[in-house]
C-alpha cells in the first residue's frame, strides 16, 4: 500500500479510460466474481470500471484498509455506494463524516453490547427454530427464500421492538428496493425509498405516543439523545431510523446463503461441525472472511490523492470489495480456501474498520451461529439440489439456494 500526494504520484491519469471489469456483466456464479478478481488483484489492485458512470474499485486488502481508514482523504458524505442511490436524504451515521456521525452511533453501539446480545440470544434461537424445523421436514427447500429472507426480519422485528407485520412490509420493500437499484430504476428507487421513510415515521410517530424506555428501544433512544446540547434533527433522526431498518437485512439473507452453499458442498466440514458445535463460531468467522458480501460500499475523494500508484482525482468514486480484499493473498496465504482456525483471521474486514465499521457485527454473528447450531443438529445432512443463484452489483452472494435435507 502506497499513500500520495499527486504531486509525488504518476504524471496524468491515463487509466481513468480503462474498462479492467465489468460489475454487471451477467452470468455470474459462486466463483466466477472470485476468479475474476484473483486475476485482477495483482495487476491492478486499485481496478476501473466505466459502468455506473465511472468507478474505481479497491480490490487489494491494503488498499480497501487504507480508503476505510483514511477519513482526511475520503468521504462517507458524498456518495457511499456505487450505484448512487441515495436521493431521498442524509441518512446518519452512514452519510455523514466524524465528528457529526459520533452522535448517532454512540447511541446505536449501546443496543450491541453483550448483554443485549444474550438478551437477544433466545428470541433469535426461537425465529430460527420455527422457520427451520418446516424446511427441514420438507426436505427440498430453497434456504435463501424460506430461511434466509425472513429470520432477518423477524429478528430485526424483536431488536426494534417492531410488529412482525411491519418487519415483514420492511423486508419486502428493501428486497424490491435493492433488485431496483441493480438495474439502475431510479423512479422506482425513490418510490420504495419514499415508503421506507413513511414507515419510519410511523415507528418514531409511535414512540413519540407511547411509553418507551430510551434503554431499550434504539428508536426512543434516538429521540432522547442529544448533540451540542440540542436534541438530534427530526430529519436526522428519521434518516438514522430509516437507515437502521434496512440495513441489517440484505447482507444477513445473502451470507446466509453462502454458508449453506459452502457447507453443501464440504460434507467433511459439515460432519465435523455437527459434531464440533464448539467450532461453530470459529468457522462463521472463516465464512466472513471467505464470503464477505460486500463489494459496492463506497467513499469519494476529497482531493487529488495517490492509492498504490494509481491517481484518484477528486470527487471520484471508490468501491470498496470486501469480496475480493478478504481473499488477497498477501494477507490471507491460500485465500480462496476455507482455514479452520486461519491464524490471522481477525485481520478479516468483513465488517469494515475504524469510524464507519459495522456496529450490527455482534448481532450479525449471533445470527450466523444461531443457523449453524440449529441446522446442523436438527439434520444429519444437506446437499445441493440445485445450482445457486446470485445476486449482482452491488452485494456478492445468494439469492437462492436448493438443498436436500435429511431430518437427524
Not at 78 to 105: C, M, S, W
Not at 197 to 220: F, H, K, N, S
Not at 284 to 304: K, Q, W
Request: proline fraction near 8%; include cysteine; aromatic fraction near 8%.
Amino acid at each position: 500500500m502506497t499513500r500520495q500526494h499527486p504531486e509525488s504520484g504518476p504524471e496524468g491519469d491515463d487509466r481513468r479510460a480503462a474498462h479492467d471489469f465489468d460489475p454487471v456483466r451477467p452470468g455470474e456464479t459462486f466463483t466466477s466474481a472470485h476468479e475474476e478478481f484473483a486475476q485482477l488483484r495483482p495487476r491492478c489492485p486499485i481496478a476501473r470500471s466505466q459502468e455506473y458512470g465511472g468507478f474505481w474499485a479497491a480490490l487489494g486488502y491494503d488498499e480497501v484498509l487504507s480508503v476505510i481508514t483514511d477519513i482526511e482523504h475520503f468521504t462517507t458524505s458524498k456518495q457511499n455506494a456505487i450505484p448512487k442511490f441515495a436521493f431521498t436524504g442524509v441518512r446518519p451515521p452512514l452519510h455523514l463524516d466524524p465528528p457529526e456521525h459520533l452522535a448517532y452511533r454512540r447511541v446505536i453501539n449501546a443496543f450491541f453490547t453483550p448483554p443485549k446480545m444474550r438478551a437477544m440470544e433466545p428470541k433469535a434461537r426461537a425465529v430460527a427454530v420455527d422457520l427451520l424445523d418446516p424446511l427441514i421436514d420438507a426436505r427440498w427447500v430453497d434456504v435463501c427464500k424460506q430461511y434466509a429472507h425472513k429470520f432477518p426480519a423477524a429478528v430485526f422485528a424483536h431488536f426494534f421492538n417492531l410488529d412482525v407485520a411491519v418487519s415483514a412490509e420492511i423486508k419486502d420493500v428493501s428486497g424490491e428496493y435493492v433488485d431496483a437499484i441493480q438495474v439502475l430504476n431510479h423512479e422506482v428507487v425513490i418510490r420504495l425509498s419514499r415508503r421506507l421513510y413513511e414507515i419510519a415515521q410511523g415507528i418514531i410517530d409511535d414512540r413519540r405516543a407511547g411509553d418507551y424506555d430510551p434503554d431499550d428501544d434504539l428508536t426512543a433512544a434516538l429521540l432522547a439523545a442529544e448533540y451540542q446540547g440540542a436534541p438530534l434533527p427530526e430529519a436526522m433522526v428519521l434518516g438514522c431510523v430509516r437507515q437502521l431498518i434496512v440495513t441489517g437485512m440484505v447482507a444477513p439473507s445473502v451470507f446466509t446463503g453462502n454458508m449453506f452453499v459452502h457447507l453443501s458442498r464440504d460434507t467433511d466440514l459439515q460432519d465435523r461441525l455437527r459434531a464440533e458445535p464448539q467450532l461453530i463460531p470459529a468457522a462463521i468467522e472463516e465464512f466472513l472472511r471467505l464470503y464477505s458480501p460486500y463489494r459496492g460500499m463506497a467513499r469519494t475523494a476529497r482531493e487529488d490523492v495517490v492509492l498504490s500508484g494509481q491517481l484518484i482525482r477528486k470527487d471520484d468514486p471508490i468501491a470498496l470489495v470486501y469480496t475480493s480484499a478478504n481473499r488477497d493473498e498477501r494477507v490471507f496465504p491460500d485465500g480462496d480456501n476455507f482455514v479452520l482456525h486461519r491464524p490471522n483471521i481477525a485481520q478479516h474486514i468483513s465488517f469494515g474498520r475504524g469510524t464507519h465499521s459495522c456496529p450490527g457485527a455482534p448481532l450479525a454473528r449471533m445470527m450466523m451461529r444461531i443457523t449453524l447450531e440449529e441446522a446442523l443438529a436438527r439434520s444429519t445432512a444437506f446437499r445441493p439440489a440445485g445450482e445457486p443463484e446470485m445476486a449482482i452489483w452491488a452485494e456478492w452472494g445468494t439469492r437462492s439456494v436448493p438443498l436436500d435435507f435429511v431430518r437427524a
